[in-house]
């Protein structure tokens, strides 16, 4: 230990440390954030012991002021006086007894953040700096809408669900056939022939049954697709067709919706983000201006496709979807991430926005939503 060589306590009171911090003086609890998250005094600020040498510039640039230092018992406290005494401030106080005597107390906390059950299921999201209490309250009030509960939207579904998205909606009229088990793991074997989001629904329900699941099985078309994704914070295309992507574009555009774009075919795939709030943001139909001919269409019932490529193309949906939700990291826009599950290889591509696009460009013209025939049924 180091010598004490001033009149300093090393320790005051709860009761006292309210009185200084109501007096000027910060305090810190540098318990970690997942457990910081079920409360903490009022007004302090909340720093895990090990990010002090880190943070604690910004959070207190003057070395003379009183910094008082909380954790769950006062153990851990007492370190963190250390460490920012040897940081150079010089009046560090830690706080006897903790949090567990601050309650006892009876003295002012802020309410618990998360419940018990939410704390231990997200507390390897609450680690995180990047997503933390903050990232995690984004992701349970969050609402993404999912179009296909299909091969692609089943890992989207799946982990979006273990993630905490608050609201799913699933957007299906299909039923679970058997040579859908081969690829669409949200399904099993005893649900065939029952409604994929239902069959969806009871296995996301299973999985956490906090988040709120919405079911919808019925088609897109031209006169419900803004009444299915309006107030969605983003839209997955795990779509099967062309004619439901040309409509989900189109709508995503309109209500400026950002739409996560994926596509699978035989052992190859693709990934985009299409970001109408953006300017820069190319749209989908900046990489495929008009629908191909029915004959030249991928995707159809009779396309092979690699039964763990929709799995992986959907978890960087969803990759993509979490990061729009959070507001960190690169999202993919103007970018169009492809691959080759054969090769193991991925590519990018840019992918700017055209200013000739039929649907985004300076002359583009939207005249009401159309219902195309579908050039395929459904894979
Ligand atoms: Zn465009």
């Known amino acids: 230990m180091v010598a004490v060589?001033?009149?300093?306590?090393?320790e005051i009171t709860p009761r006292e440390a309210l009185q200084r911090q109501q007096g000027g003086a910060l305090l810190l609890d540098v318990r970690e954030d997942a457990e910081r998250v079920a409360g903490t005094p009022a007004n302090a600020v909340g720093i895990a012991r090990g990010e002090i040498p880190v943070r604690i510039d910004e959070l207190a640039p003057d070395r003379d002021g009183e910094i008082l230092t909380i954790c769950a018992s006062g153990r851990r406290s007492l370190l963190a006086a250390e460490t920012l005494?040897?940081?150079?401030?010089?009046?560090?106080?830690?706080?006897?007894?903790g949090f567990q005597r601050w309650q006892a107390d009876g003295l002012p906390v802020v309410e618990q953040l998360f419940d018990a059950d939410a704390a231990q299921r997200y507390s390897r999201h609450l680690l995180l700096p990047e997503v933390g209490a903050t990232g995690q309250l984004k992701l349970n009030a969050a609402k993404i809408a999912l179009i296909g509960a299909g091969g692609l939207g089943s890992p989207a579904a799946l982990y979006l669900a273990a993630a905490g998205i608050g609201t799913l909606t699933l957007i299906d009229d299909d039923k679970v056939e058997k040579s859908n088990l081969q690829r669409q793991v949200l399904h099993a074997d005893a649900r065939i022939g029952m409604a994929k989001v239902e069959s969806a629904r009871q296995t996301l329900a299973a999985l956490n049954p906090r988040v709120q699941v919405r079911t919808h099985a019925e088609r897109l078309r031209a006169g419900n697709v803004e009444a299915l994704i309006r107030e969605h914070d983003?839209?997955?295309?795990?779509?099967?067709?062309?004619?439901?992507?040309?409509?989900?574009?189109?709508?995503?555009?309109?209500?400026?919706?950002?739409?996560?774009?994926?596509?699978?075919?035989?052992?190859?795939?693709?990934?985009?983000?299409?970001?109408?709030?953006?300017?820069?943001?190319?749209?989908?139909?900046?990489?495929?201006?008009?629908?191909?001919?029915?004959?030249?269409?991928?995707?159809?019932a009779e396309a092979g496709v690699l039964g763990v490529l929709p799995g992986i193309i959907g978890l960087l949906q969803t990759s993509e979807a979490l990061k729009l939700i959070l507001g960190i990291g690169a999202p993919l826009v103007g970018r169009l991430l492809c691959f080759d599950a054969l090769g193991a290889t991925f590519r990018e591509l840019r992918l700017p926005r055209d200013a000739q696009c039929p649907g985004c460009g300076a002359t583009a013209i939207f005249s009401g939503y159309e219902d195309v025939e579908h050039a395929c049924a459904a894979p």
Request: glycine letters at 6%.
């Open 5 to 10: 060589r001033d009149d300093t306590p090393r």
């Open 85 to 97: 005494r040897q940081l150079g401030y010089r009046h560090v106080v830690s706080v006897a007894g």
């Open 234 to 300: 983003v839209v997955i295309d795990g779509a099967d067709n062309f004619p439901t992507r040309y409509l989900l574009d189109a709508a995503c555009r309109r209500l400026k919706i950002p739409l996560v774009y994926g596509a699978v075919h035989r052992f190859t795939g693709q990934v985009s983000v299409f970001d109408a709030r953006r300017e820069d943001s190319p749209c989908y139909r900046c990489l495929f201006p008009q629908p191909p001919a029915a004959e030249d269409a991928p995707n159809c």
